[in-house]
């Protein structure tokens, strides 16, 4: 099997957090096997997926020791975009796209909304609620019904995201589980303890630029709330009607050239 070297925020570390952890999941489905950057060969392009660190200086430091930047599904959130050394094949949102001021026709969409292609399983709601912090979080500690967002390389992840599919309603202010939840049609809202703060807002917001509204209007804004009450009414008023926007795009501009 061919591979493909991937760099991302925890490329050397034994454990990844939640989105990370669906990039090897993902390069799989398209045929290849997942290789951390730091193991792949030098003269051979390196992949920038699931993330929010599309600025300049965390493309160069990706790009040390290879030959290029392959950018597939990246999003940008801060840092200086000016200058960036990269071969764009397709974006997050519409604000990144807008801030590199690429053309209309570079495609857009985030990775883990193939989830539902890559692991089909249906949305059977079981009675329990599930608590999902975003990784910075854990500092605040866990209730007993929270899903641990760090993953071991190895470990069951497919059981992780069965487990989100199958949760009454999830709450959390993880990105990418929101995402899985919107991809799968899962009851779900954006919840912050009273000590924390929404991870990177610009994420959310160009995520939520690629959504469709079921009844055409305007996919609006993401909103965070304080309570599981609040969370709940916003998916009754809002959330149920959110879908994932098309793939196709970004499906047909995976960088199968970059596979070694």
Same mark, same amino acid.
């Given at each position: 099997m061919k591979k493909i070297a991937c760099y991302h925020w925890r490329s050397d570390c034994e454990s990844l957090n939640f989105g990370e952890a669906l990039i090897p999941l993902i390069v799989g489905y398209f045929g290849y096997e997942y290789v951390p950057s730091h193991h792949g060969p030098a003269d051979k392009p390196v992949l920038l997926s699931i993330g929010s660190e599309l600025y300049r200086d965390y493309v160069n430091t990706?790009? #040390?020791g290879h030959e290029k930047v392959v950018v597939w599904g990246q999003g940008h959130a801060?840092? @200086? $975009? *000016? /200058? $960036? @050394? *990269? @071969? $764009? #094949? /397709?974006? #997050?949102? %519409?604000? +990144? #796209? @807008? +801030?590199? /001021?690429a053309d209309s026709f570079l495609p857009v969409g985030d990775p883990g909304f193939l989830l539902p292609m890559i692991h089909p399983v249906v949305h059977e709601s079981q009675d329990y609620l599930l608590h999902a912090p975003h990784w910075h979080a854990r500092r605040f500690g %866990?209730? *007993?019904d929270s899903f641990n967002l760090e993953i071991i390389n190895g470990d069951l992840l497919t059981a992780k995201i069965e487990r989100l599919v199958y949760a009454k309603f999830v709450y959390t202010s993880s990105l990418h589980v929101a995402i899985t939840c919107i991809a799968y049609g899962v009851p779900f809202g954006l919840f912050l303890n009273r000590q924390e703060k929404a991870n990177l807002t610009a994420k959310w917001r160009d995520v939520w630029s690629t959504l469709v509204h079921r009844e055409g209007r305007h996919p609006g804004q993401p909103k965070f709330f304080h309570s599981l009450h609040q969370c709940r009414d916003w998916w009754v008023d809002e959330g149920c009607y959110l879908l994932p926007p098309s793939m196709d795009q970004m499906v047909a501009a995976f960088p199968h050239d970059i596979a070694y």
């Open positions: 990706a790009k #040390r801060r840092g @200086d $975009i *000016a /200058g $960036i @050394d *990269a @071969d $764009i #094949r /397709g974006v #997050r949102g %519409y604000q +990144t #796209r @807008d +801030t590199l /001021g %866990y209730v *007993a």
